[in-house]
């Protein structure tokens, strides 16, 4: 069997440390770097594949050495937009002829659950005249909205834009500031912070008389680990250098 060695990025926080366990549980695997805050990248060498889960304010810079030495990268790690991931393609496409170059792929939600409630959303977004996004997260979440909620606003805009869906109606014209949430890609997304919470996330489509709620709930960070080994094991055979979603990895 082959055995892929794995180096684990933000490996004390609450995901890292979830997923070193579960590399180190995984028969195919070997967790043979385990990097936090202030520890040398260089331990990640040994690596074929490095999982990143750390913050949305280092993990360019984290992502950047994994390119520039070779490695293929999973990242878990929220904040990417359309201007990060034309960075990511920049800095593949200076990689030296012939130097090993390393596949990267960008999940903004390892839970099964959460890529199939995306892809339900994508898909029912054409058929209803409104849809808004409320996710729900624990308050230790530093960044607002979640990475889950920019990406399934963005698959639904493209959606409603393929279909040419008009903009939802919404006769607003005096809230204070926030009250509609945030305008991602034309689609509102609202963010609620509540302790006992882990990750939830509600797409709410409405019109002709119905509405159409499609809810994820990840009740622990365990639940994230299948999604996160299954992208270990297939992102160095990726057709492409750099994929956001695990969606094709699941045949969607
Ligand atoms: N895609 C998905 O399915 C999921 C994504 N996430 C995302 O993963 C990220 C991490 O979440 P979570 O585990 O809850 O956060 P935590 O704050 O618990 O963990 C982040 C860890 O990274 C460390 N860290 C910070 N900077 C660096 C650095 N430069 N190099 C190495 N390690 C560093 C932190 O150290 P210190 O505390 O000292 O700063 C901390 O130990 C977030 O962006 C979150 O949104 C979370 C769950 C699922
Ligand atoms: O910070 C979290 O906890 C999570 N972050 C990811 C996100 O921003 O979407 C994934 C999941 O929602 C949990």
């Given at each position: 069997?082959?055995?892929?060695?794995v180096g684990?990025?933000g490996?004390?926080?609450?995901m890292?440390?979830?997923v070193?366990?579960a590399?180190?549980?995984?028969?195919d695997?070997?967790?043979?770097?385990?990097?936090?805050?202030g520890?040398?990248?260089d331990?990640?060498?040994?690596?074929?594949?490095?999982?990143?889960?750390?913050?949305p304010?280092?993990?360019?810079?984290?992502?950047?050495w994994?390119?520039?030495?070779?490695?293929?990268?999973?990242?878990?790690t929220?904040?990417f937009?359309?201007?990060?991931?034309?960075?990511v393609r920049?800095?593949?496409?200076?990689r030296?002829?012939?130097?090993?170059?390393?596949?990267?792929?960008?999940?903004?939600?390892?839970?099964i659950?959460a890529?199939?409630?995306m892809?339900?959303?994508?898909?029912?977004a054409p058929?209803f005249e409104?849809?808004?996004i409320?996710?729900?997260h624990?308050?230790?979440?530093a960044?607002?909205p979640?990475g889950t909620a920019?990406?399934t606003a963005?698959?639904?805009?493209?959606a409603?834009a393929d279909?040419?869906?008009p903009p939802?109606?919404?006769?607003t014209?005096?809230?204070?500031?926030?009250?509609?949430?945030a305008?991602?890609?034309?689609v509102?997304?609202?963010?609620?912070?509540l302790?006992g919470l882990?990750a939830?996330?509600?797409v709410?489509l409405g019109?002709h008389?119905?509405?159409?709620?499609?809810?994820h709930?990840?009740m622990?960070?365990?639940?994230?680990?299948p999604?996160?080994l299954?992208a270990?094991r297939?992102?160095?055979?990726?057709?492409?250098?750099?994929?956001?979603?695990i969606?094709?990895l699941?045949?969607?």
């Open positions: 069997m082959n055995v892929i060695k684990v990025l490996a004390r926080g609450r890292g440390a979830e070193c366990r590399v180190e549980g995984a028969d695997m070997e967790l043979v770097a385990a990097v936090d805050q520890d040398a990248l331990a990640l060498t040994a690596a074929q594949v490095v999982v990143d889960f750390t913050h304010g280092v993990v360019m810079d984290n992502l950047r994994c390119v520039e030495h070779g490695l293929h990268a999973v990242v878990g929220s904040g937009d359309p201007e990060r991931l034309a960075a920049g800095w593949q496409a200076d030296p002829t012939g130097s090993p170059a390393g596949n990267v792929l960008i999940g903004p939600n390892f839970g659950g890529v199939l409630m892809d339900f959303a994508r898909r029912a058929f409104s849809v808004e409320v996710e729900l624990h308050p230790q979440k960044d607002a979640s920019y990406r963005e698959l639904v805009a493209a409603r279909a040419g869906t939802p109606p919404d006769a014209t005096s809230e204070i500031a926030g009250a509609r949430g305008d991602v890609a034309g509102r997304v609202h963010a609620v912070r302790s882990i939830h996330q509600e709410l019109g008389g119905e509405t159409f709620t499609i809810r709930d990840s622990n960070r365990e639940s994230f680990m999604g996160v299954l270990v297939r992102v160095g055979d990726l057709p492409d250098r750099l994929t956001v979603g969606e094709s699941l045949g969607l």
